[in-house]
């Protein structure tokens, strides 16, 4: 499975867009990037997942580059309780996955 | 649906016991997958089953742990004997396409 790079942290303000990127330079033709949540140690939640087209479903927006080495979650008004850990991981349907240290995200009042 | 069921969701034992953590994937799912988190590795993937077979179990620690699914609706996690070291939350997922989570087991072993 393809590796992701991710920011250690970001800071938000509450009601603004946060927009989390993640690097998967080494993506193959059908891995699938998804995006996972994880709110103190609750069991990840999943958020959204895409192949290549850009995705938005009622929590989030995916983008993702024509040439798919990156990608881009948008929450577009981030709440408090938005602050979570943020994974971008990559992986074939149903496949092995690997998750990585992920991004914290602070949403600030 | 009630989504992934884990038992216990928290368990306290001593060093050299032997302890089974539960798991009940979504209804009609075909993957099944065991992770475990701790601060120190993050959230690593110890085995997962396809259609009840174990397909990967490259990440299970080693020969202490196993993971049987003997039908779609269950499958255990067993560490035999178990050590301070494997003190950490185990997670359980099932998947069509997208992997979700259940709410974890917390093992603590003294």
């Not at chain 1, 979570?84 to 991004?103: E, H, M, P, Q, R």
Request: glycine content about 6%; charged content about 20%; aromatic content about 8%.
């Amino acid at each position: 499975d393809a590796k992701t790079t991710q920011p250690p942290s970001m800071d938000c303000a509450e009601g603004r867009a946060a927009n989390l990127p993640c690097n998967h330079s080494t993506i193959s033709g059908n891995e699938y990037v998804y995006w996972y949540r994880q709110i103190h140690s609750q069991g990840p939640q999943y958020i959204i997942h895409g192949l290549k087209n850009n995705e938005t479903n009622e929590m989030a927006s995916l983008i993702i580059t024509e040439d798919r080495k990156s990608s881009t979650l948008i929450l577009p008004h981030a709440t408090l309780r938005d602050t979570a850990v943020y994974y971008c991981i990559v992986l074939t349907n149903a496949g092995k996955s690997t998750f990585g240290d992920g991004t914290t995200l602070t949403v600030k009042p | 649906d009630a989504g992934v069921i884990q038992s216990p969701r928290h368990e306290v034992t001593e060093m050299g016991q032997e302890v089974t953590l539960r798991c009940k994937p979504i209804s009609g799912h075909n993957s099944l997958f065991w992770y475990r988190q701790t601060m120190m590795r993050g959230l690593e993937l110890l085995i997962y089953f396809n259609n009840n077979v174990p397909i990967d179990d490259s990440g299970m620690p080693e020969d202490r742990f196993s993971a049987k699914m003997p039908n779609a609706s269950f499958s255990t996690l067993k560490i035999q004997p178990s050590e301070p070291r494997d003190s950490a939350v185990y997670f359980c997922a099932s998947s069509l396409t997208v992997q979700f989570f259940g709410p974890g087991t917390r093992l603590t072993v003294l």
